[in-house]
């Protein structure tokens, strides 16, 4: 079935450090493919999303190209601050109506 | 303001105790769905609902029934509550489902803390 495997967490960067967070997939069919953020007692918030081959999304400084050929989506951010500490979740929508998100990588930012 | 808001935010409750869960949005997004937060498993999809009426089991649906009888609505039921659904639930909403035509973007409510004694 379908699914998203997440680079394990925590990590801990210093300011202005460069951010990569592994994403990988697995699904039948062309599904988009999203980053949403979660910061701490919060829900949800979309960081931004791809929804075919070759996409780039972005967003606050964030980045991350949907590669058909690795079925990956990784999470990168050149010079991260203190304020993006938080959660960050890879998900896919599969053909079928549904959302698999990954397990979800905590973020901390130190000054 | 555009939101989904849940109810009650924190709740304590026994097993086998019925409970209800709300969810409502006001963005007349015809996508809903709820999802459960555990450690180390990320979100996964209980039921989701296409639209009025229309609902539809995710991964985990065992021991939860939903219903969509207006499309603002859709509550999260534990008829039996037990032990191992103590999590932090989220109930989602979109536009269109998920991979429609790039606009299904979910937005999330704020969460229910749920421990089952």
């Known amino acids: 079935g379908d699914s998203v495997t997440q680079m394990e967490g925590p990590v801990t960067l210093s300011e202005e450090a460069f951010l990569t967070i592994n994403c990988t997939y697995t699904a039948t069919g062309y599904p988009s493919l999203f980053w949403y953020v979660q910061y701490p007692g919060e829900g949800l918030q979309l960081l931004l999303k791809?929804?075919?081959?070759?996409d780039k999304g972005s967003n606050k400084g964030f980045e991350a190209t949907y590669r058909k050929e690795t079925t990956s989506f990784h999470l990168e951010k050149g010079s991260v601050q203190v304020s993006d500490s938080a959660v960050y979740f890879c998900?896919?929508?599969?053909?079928?109506?549904?959302?698999?998100f990954g397990t979800g990588t905590s973020l901390t930012v130190i000054p | 303001e555009a939101q989904v808001t849940q109810n009650p935010r924190y709740l304590i409750t026994v097993t086998g105790k019925k409970l209800t869960v709300t969810c409502s949005q006001n963005m007349n997004h015809e996508y809903m769905s709820w999802y459960r937060q555990d450690p180390g498993l990320g979100l996964r999809q209980i039921y989701y609902s296409m639209n009025v009426e229309v609902t539809d089991k995710g991964d985990v649906p065992e021991g939860y029934k939903v219903s969509r009888k207006e499309k603002r609505n859709f509550p999260l039921i534990l008829e039996s509550p037990s032990p191992n659904q103590t999590s932090l639930y989220f109930c989602?909403?979109?536009?269109?489902?998920?991979?429609?035509?790039?606009?299904?973007?979910?937005?999330f409510g704020p969460g229910t803390r749920l421990t089952v004694l």
């Open positions: 989602a909403s979109s536009l269109v489902p998920p991979g429609v035509a790039g606009t299904d973007t979910q937005y």
């Open positions: 998900a896919l929508s599969s053909s079928r109506n549904q959302f698999y």
């Open positions: 791809a929804t075919k081959a070759d």
